[in-house]
């Protein structure tokens, strides 16, 4: 019978696989590069690269490639076969440990903002061992690191696994003086909840805007919508049970440990979330979860749609990151325990995220920010845009009696009743979840919320695993020196507490008043747009702890910054090119073809029956020829706005010319679209309608 606890991994050079393919002596070679990043020998690559071709060929793969997460927001790859020829004509399945450590993609056709010439092609790409290998269809897939000729990262992997070390770095300094000598290793680890919406390939097929940028850039609200609730949490079409049962043999087979699936809340909307594991690693498997859905959508006759907003007036699609780290023996540094006032440890390690957030919530805004994500944020299932942290009534309790040098009343513990005596009991927890904020703390660990559903993980979690660095070292640097530590320690906590108290806020984070309140009251930062947040990413304090990290060099910083914005730009322009296109060719013909009808239809009527009042008809085609001719008119405005751009000195002024002005004739664009199609003839309108997409799985 075949069970998941036989096939889970089946594909994956896992610790499992090379325990038995390798010798003692390389496996333990291999082990320590891994859990301590010490050097790789040449000799172990050769062994580990001979093992892992006989086991790759063994399950049918033919090719090899280095996988790759360039600064395109998904994977790359470029596949060799195994093959060398032989001096009798045939040919033998090799390959080296040189093949394995490194590969050669051409880098010049991807994203570099300026770090490259145009002419300058070379590349490299280097084995992350700590990632295992894994089998897609018929290649092995190795994934690496991508970097230029001169040494600069061109991947999201590299600041990544920088960012992972300049955490490990200072939460040893910081262990080390609670007594803790032993622990070797801290490692930051990741469950990102992935949401997404299928819809038929049959209506995909007739949508040229979701074809073309992922999203619905035309549609009127339809009669029914998530008002009703009845989506969240229902039962799951046996159309999506299927999709959803041959995407989790497919996942288990890569070992990433998808474990929760349900509706959400839009119409055919719903999630996936996995079991955390280390954040390198699971963010490869979230960039595997990603491509993944989209094949297994498409062999069930679906489209997995991953944008962040595809449908407006309902639910967008988040990824939420829940961080948290803990140390080689498994113990949780987010971990309260039964007396969280008591435990000094976890306390500065939360005082540390609690100052790390505050002093770059640019950072995070930043880490969260595309195109797609702008239209999700401070919408009914998004937090806003302005970075607070929710600490739950007991931590904030805590908080309040350190800096007030009050006692710590404790909360009591409530029993459940629920008025049946065959329920069970149970405590009800000492915190609610707060779903309106950015940056929460769930029991041992944050849930980051800002995320878009397209987004790569790995950007929040650099700056994440950096700030915390950052923070933690300024700890570090002042107790080591303290001559006493007790006192010194319970000083920072509570400095810590009273300089960085304005960025916990645990009350409704959609609220009008508080977005007020952040920003007037409290000074916290409100960057509603990716073309707001971008330029800070370049801020002195930004720069200066992002390098003092080892995370990026000023030249990748300011590569990010050209990338980033340069997406953004694109990805507006392109969807404004869709809109002028869809107009203009299909949406006024229609209404053309449909007023001509309606004055037919009224014609027709006045010559069967004379002086007859054609009220009716001659509304549809007062109101229709104005619509028309306001598209027309709007259309010609955004085409304006989009040849604007050419005047752009540089894409800072492109991206503030996109924001303040052709978002805006976009909107007004499809304002007057969408009221047209509330009133043209079904049968006349060239596109499904909402109702058609949200409700065609059946």
Not at 175 to 195: M, W
Not at 346 to 359: E, Q, R, S, T, W
Not at 376 to 387: I, K, M
């Amino acid at each position: 019978m075949k069970t998941v606890s036989n096939y889970f991994g089946s594909l994956v050079f896992d610790d499992r696989v090379m325990k038995g393919a390798l010798s003692a002596k390389v496996y333990a070679s291999l082990k320590k590069t891994i859990d301590e990043g010490t050097e790789l020998d040449i000799s172990v690559a050769n062994a580990v690269a001979t093992a892992m071709k006989d086991w790759a060929i063994s399950k049918g793969a033919t090719h090899f490639t280095h996988w790759f997460q360039p600064l395109t927001g998904i994977t790359a790859e470029k596949h060799d076969s195994f093959i060398t020829p032989s001096p009798d004509g045939g040919v033998i399945m090799e390959f080296s440990g040189k093949e394995l450590i490194k590969g050669e993609p051409d880098a010049s056709s991807f994203p570099n903002g300026g770090l490259r010439a145009t002419f300058e092609a070379r590349g490299y790409t280097a084995w992350d061992p700590t990632s295992y290998a894994f089998i897609k269809g018929k290649t092995l897939c190795i994934p690496t690191a991508f970097c230029s000729y001169g040494g600069h990262a061109l991947d999201k992997k590299t600041p990544l696994l920088r960012s992972m070390e300049a955490l490990n770095k200072q939460a040893l300094r910081i262990l080390k003086l609670f007594g803790n000598d032993k622990v070797k290793r801290v490692t930051s680890s990741v469950g990102p909840e992935q949401e997404y919406f299928l819809i038929t390939k049959e209506m995909y097929d007739k949508r040229p805007d979701i074809q073309l940028t992922g999203r619905t850039l035309f549609g009127a609200k339809p009669p029914k919508g998530q008002e009703m609730d009845d989506h969240y949490f229902g039962v799951i079409k046996p159309r999506v049970a299927a999709f959803m049962e041959e995407l989790n043999e497919e996942l288990w087979n890569l070992g990433i440990l998808a474990k929760t699936e349900h509706n959400e809340v839009a119409p055919a909307q719903h999630e996936l979330a996995p079991i955390y594991t280390t954040t390198n690693i699971a963010t490869d498997h979230n960039q595997l979860t990603m491509e993944i859905m989209q094949k297994v959508a498409a062999r069930h006759g679906l489209v997995c749609l991953l944008h962040e907003k595809p449908f407006a007036g309902v639910n967008g699609s988040g990824k939420h990151n829940n961080w948290s780290i803990a140390t080689d023996a498994g113990q949780n540094l987010l971990s309260p325990g039964e007396t969280p006032y008591e435990n000094a440890q976890f306390l500065l390690v939360l005082c540390a995220v609690i100052k790390a957030v505050d002093d770059y919530q640019d950072l995070l805004r930043i880490s969260a920010a595309t195109a797609g994500n702008d239209h999700r944020l401070g919408a009914n299932e998004a937090p806003p845009a302005v970075v607070s942290i929710f600490l739950g009534d007991e931590l904030n309790a805590v908080m309040e009696a350190i800096e007030n040098d009050t006692p710590y009343q404790g909360i009591e513990k409530t029993q459940m009743k629920l008025g049946v005596d065959v329920l069970p009991k149970f405590n009800r927890d000492t915190t609610d979840r707060n779903r309106t904020s950015p940056f929460a703390f769930t029991g041992n660990k944050f849930e980051f919320r800002m995320l878009g559903s397209s987004n790569s993980i790995a950007c929040a979690n650099i700056m994440l695993n950096s700030a915390v660095a950052e923070s933690l070292g300024t700890y570090a640097d002042r107790l080591e020196g303290a001559e006493d530590f007790e006192t010194a320690l319970h000083e920072m906590i509570k400095k810590t507490i009273k300089d960085h108290k304005n960025i916990i806020f645990n009350g409704n984070g959609y609220d009008d008043s508080w977005i007020k309140e952040a920003t007037e009251k409290r000074g916290l930062l409100n960057y509603r747009t990716t073309a707001d947040c971008m330029p800070h990413l370049l801020d002195k304090k930004n720069v200066d702890m992002l390098t003092k990290q080892g995370v990026f060099t000023e030249a990748e910083l300011q590569s990010r910054y050209e990338i980033m914005l340069e997406n953004y730009c694109k990805t507006i322009t392109i969807e404004a090119n869709a809109m002028v296109n869809m107009a203009k060719t299909q949406i006024a013909p229609a209404i053309s073809s449909y007023i001509a009808k309606v004055a037919k239809t009224a014609t027709a009527k006045k010559a069967l029956i004379s002086d007859v009042a054609c009220n009716y008809e001659t509304n549809i085609v007062r109101k229709l020829s104005a619509l028309n001719d306001t598209v027309l008119v709007k259309v010609e405005e955004l085409e304006n706005a989009i040849v604007s751009l050419d005047n752009a000195k540089d894409i800072g002024e492109e991206s503030a010319m996109i924001r303040d002005n052709v978002l805006a004739k976009m909107s007004e664009l499809r304002l007057a679209c969408d009221e047209a199609e509330t009133l043209t003839a079904k049968n006349y309108w060239p596109f499904p309608s909402y109702a058609d997409l949200l409700f065609s799985v059946k």
